[in-house]
């Protein structure tokens, strides 16, 4: 998913933070939401009060009226997961996911197309700015001006540190087998670097159209929904061809891993699912 959609991603704290700092995350969503939405528009003071005032909205129907799903859910891929993942459960995650981020989409869009309309052009400019920055540190992390080896590396470093922060650690055995396995799987970074790029040109013409309210707001939506749509040629059939082959990846690191290593995964679950359910709860009102 592009940096595009990182402020509705927010949202989903709960699924990228630190388990012990989970509700404290998900209270602050919406300050982080706007410290990151200013640091990209750099807004003025009336439009910082404006978008406090939408996210607090969005954020109080998110926490008390999709919460409770994502308990749901996550409890469920723990019963999954307990079982023995198969390839069904891992698309069915996948999907369950991408469902949750549309939910949110046509919720915020019309907010966000509001937002987005008050946007001066030197702050169209700061956003620019951002995305160089941003875009300079994919490039970085994936070492993509480097050699095709040097790239494998970043790729393992990143893949290796996403799977250690849900297992606790791997053993050395568990990392070379963890890199034989991700060598089958092209490299598609570049690609995906590319296409970033594409859908902050994109976003750009779209912004061209928010003097006129209704065409903007539907093609933003549809533009946020569809973040698929549009690749290259080459890029959209690499993806479709490593769809398999990612999840067949993780599969396979599922069954490298230990009973206690397996345990620690599940045991992070189902505290994000307890989280989920005590963050939802609505505070009780004070007898009179």
Excluded at 142 to 147: C, K, R, W
Aim: hydrophobic letters at 45%; glycine letters at 4%; a positive charge.
């Amino acid at each position: 998913m592009s940096r595009c959609r990182l402020t509705l991603l927010l949202l989903l704290v709960a699924l990228i933070a630190g388990c012990s700092a989970l509700r404290l995350s998900y209270s602050q969503a919406d300050t982080l939401i706007a410290w990151r939405a200013n640091e990209y528009f750099d807004l003025n003071p009336l439009q910082r009060d404006d978008l406090n005032a939408r996210l607090e909205r969005l954020h109080a129907w998110h926490r008390y009226e999709q919460l409770p799903d994502y308990a749901i859910f996550t409890s469920t891929a723990i019963a999954k997961a307990r079982q023995g993942l198969k390839y069904d459960d891992v698309v069915w995650f996948i999907e369950g996911l991408k469902g949750r981020y549309r939910v949110i989409v046509n919720r915020a869009s019309a907010d966000a197309a509001e937002m987005l309309a008050t946007l001066a052009p030197e702050q169209i400019d700061a956003l620019q700015k951002q995305w160089r920055k941003v875009n300079r540190k994919f490039a970085s992390e994936y070492a993509l001006d480097g050699s095709v080896e040097k790239r494998r590396r970043a790729r393992l470093k990143k893949v290796l540190d996403q799977i250690q922060d849900w297992t606790g650690g791997l053993t050395y055995e568990q990392e070379q087998k963890i890199a034989a396995l991700l060598d089958a799987i092209p490299l598609i970074e570049h690609l995906r670097h590319a296409d970033r790029i594409r859908r902050q040109q994109e976003f750009l013409q779209l912004l061209e159209l928010r003097a006129n309210p209704q065409q903007f707001r539907t093609k933003l939506q549809a533009w946020l929904v569809n973040w698929e749509s549009g690749r290259a040629p080459a890029y959209q059939q690499l993806s479709v061809e490593l769809y398999a082959k990612r999840i067949e990846f993780y599969l396979a690191v599922d069954k490298l891993l230990t009973p206690g290593q397996r345990q620690i995964v599940l045991h992070r679950l189902q505290e994000y699912a307890d989280d989920f359910n005590a963050l939802a709860e609505k505070p009780r009102i004070a007898a009179p």
